[in-house]
């Protein structure tokens, strides 16, 4: 993990494991992206969802 800092002083941990960091973005991600979705966005690529 890696602090950043600005002159507001907000103060931000930032992940920087790829691994975890997709986990955590996995958790929070509602919906699921659907198949029709996928179609619609990502009309080139099979449907593969990303989590």
């Known amino acids: ?9 907000t103060a931000r941990l930032w992940e920087t494991d790829a691994d975890r960091a997709a986990r955590d973005v996995c958790a929070l991600a509602f919906p699921a992206i659907t198949p029709a979705d ?14």
């Open 1 to 9: 993990m890696h602090a950043t800092a600005s002159d507001d002083g």
């Open 38 to 51: 996928w179609r619609h966005y990502l009309p080139g690529p099979a449907y593969r969802p990303p989590c």
